[in-house]
């Protein structure tokens, strides 16, 4: 997708900073971090949201869930616990068109969301 910031960070075509890689996921350091670990895992698969996903995506995107929770055991968030959001749509405040899952971590967190 030639527009896409997700797709051009893992073709290296902008930088990040890439702390995870498999031949089909990515996961790099958001930009605006909203807590001390903020990680986005991606697909290297142009998907724009999971409501598009179809049930042959199912695998990738249990890998992909898969894999951040390994990189929080990595990160030591293990006993303290994080959260895992999917924005997904307008109305959840998905402002980039790549399926991401947030990692969060590192402190308190309350809920429901806003
Ligand atoms: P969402 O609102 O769920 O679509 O989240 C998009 C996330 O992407 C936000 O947390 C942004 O801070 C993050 N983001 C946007 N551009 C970049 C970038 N170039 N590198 C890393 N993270 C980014
Ligand atoms: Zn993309």
Redesign the pocket.
Known sequence: MKEC??CK?IQRE?P?TIVFENENLVG???????APQ?V?FVPKKHLEKIHDMSKDDSLLIGELVYHAKEYARKINLTENGYRL???TGRD??????HI?L?LIGGRIMTWPPG
Not at 28 to 34: C, L, Q
Not at 92 to 97: H, K
């Open positions: 910031i997700f960070i902008i990040s790099f350091n958001d930009i605006n971090p909203v903020h986005l959001v999917f924005n959840a405040g998905q402002d980039v068109f991401h947030h």
